[in-house]
């Protein structure tokens, strides 16, 4: 099998008349040092079924392919996603049958429109424009999925993974650490892409765990964290108070939840979060 470089990625865009938009949030690797890296940090098991957002012209899934069982690609570009099969059978002929791609929005994309065998990973190169939208809907709609390796923009990676209390910390990190373990796997330089992006990337890897015990629901908790973060520079009781009906009864959860409704919403926990929403009266 052979992976594609500089010169391939080229030609393929050129023979499909390709020229990578930003609406698409088209940014294709080049780099097979940097797609190995990806596949080698992703930790996959051979049974794996891995889903990948945004193949393009098919780097990273020439990669994968060999590690697992199989890959659903989801692809927007009905241009890309009609490529892709050929492009496979030209490099890894042995491993065609692996691959089933999907033509769909990966922001809208629902388990009946993929292959019953339901995805164990998301292994992707996101597009930075939707990155955190795609990863949150996958981890939703997908509870099959245990592991998560993405690569998106280095400030969006700082906020997934960040912590209660730190500067970056915010409505992506707590909704993120609903559903797993999130942790920073490394830096992506930008000159592993064609076109060259004026921004820096990096690596996010989740492991999934259980959401909070709570009696409240997903959509309960997060309008808690959305309405927190809404107004960052105020206290959790002004910030809270459009979401309780008054700022009182912010209070009044705030304090049942154990929670000093002075504090703001980003020294606290999805599992606090998740008390707050918990005791909304």
Not at 192 to 212: E, H, I, Q, Y
């Amino acid at each position: 099998m052979s992976l594609l470089g500089p010169v391939e990625i080229r030609d393929l865009a050129r023979r499909l008349d390709i020229r990578p938009t930003k609406k698409l949030g088209q940014n294709f690797v080049i780099d097979a040092g940097t797609v190995r890296r990806i596949v080698r940090t992703a930790e996959l098991r051979p049974d794996d079924v891995v889903i990948e957002v945004g193949p393009g012209l098919g780097s990273l899934t020439l990669a994968l392919l060999p590690e697992v069982r199989s890959v659903v690609a989801v692809e927007i570009d009905p241009v890309l996603a009609a490529q892709l099969p050929a492009t496979v059978a030209e490099h890894a002929p042995g491993l065609a049958d692996r691959l089933t791609v999907v033509l769909a929005d990966a922001m809208r994309v629902l388990p009946e429109e993929l292959p019953e065998e339901r995805p164990t990973a998301l292994v992707a190169n996101l597009p930075y424009n939707v990155s955190v939208p795609v990863v949150l809907h996958l981890l939703e709609v997908l509870p099959s999925l245990r592991n998560v390796l993405i690569m998106v923009q280095s400030e969006v990676a700082d906020r997934l993974a960040a912590a209660p209390g730190s500067k970056v910390y915010g409505i992506p990190s707590v909704k993120a650490a609903w559903y797993a373990a999130v942790r920073r796997a490394g830096p992506v330089g930008r000159t592993v892409f064609w076109p060259v992006p004026n921004v820096d990337s990096g690596l996010v890897a989740m492991t999934r765990r259980r959401p909070p015990a709570t009696g409240a629901s997903r959509e309960e908790v997060f309008a808690v964290v959305d309405a927190a973060f809404a107004q960052r520079r105020k206290t959790l009781r002004a910030a809270l108070a459009s979401w309780a009906g008054t700022a009182a009864a912010a209070e009044s959860a705030l304090r049942a939840a154990g929670i000093d409704p002075s504090r703001r919403g980003e020294q606290l926990t999805v599992d606090d979060f998740a008390r707050i929403a918990e005791n909304r009266v």
